[in-house]
């Protein structure tokens, strides 16, 4: 059963840091591109980081591009975001995607990827 369970959300101030954890299970998480996305309250899903399986290159939007940064630990199956210099319009809920067949032009579409957690919230506050 494919699973991705992340955590490390929560309220915080703007400026502050969060360090934002997903255990991956079920797949083969050492060949899979995994990434972070984002929704806001009426706001459709948007990508915010990724790493590519089989160079290790990180990609990130533009909007955290400097603040954020995503990392790997394929021995425990975890993709770390650690944010930092939050500001209010990082505020919502993260989803940590991945996929093992994904094609590198579609590396920015949410709906590309084969599975995905359930969210943990980011709030910040000004």
């Known amino acids: 059963q494919v699973q991705l369970v992340e955590s490390g959300g929560e309220s915080v101030q703007a400026g502050e840091s969060l360090r934002l954890s997903c255990v991956a299970s079920?797949?083969?998480?050492?060949?899979?591109?995994v990434a972070w996305f984002r929704q806001a309250p009426g706001k459709e899903r948007e990508f915010v980081a990724a790493l590519w399986r089989s160079t290790g290159r990180t990609y990130f939007a533009d909007s955290v591009k400097g603040r954020f940064t995503i990392s790997r630990d394929n021995a425990k199956n975890t993709v770390d975001l650690q944010m930092n210099s939050l500001k209010p319009e990082d505020t919502a809920v993260y989803y940590c995607?991945?996929?093992?067949?994904?094609?590198?032009?579609?590396?920015?579409?949410?709906?590309?990827?084969?599975?995905w957690g359930q969210g943990t919230q980011v709030t910040v506050s000004s």
């Open positions: 995607e991945a996929s093992n067949t994904l094609i590198l032009s579609s590396l920015r579409t949410a709906q590309k990827y084969a599975y």
């Open positions: 079920g797949f083969a998480f050492r060949t899979a591109t």
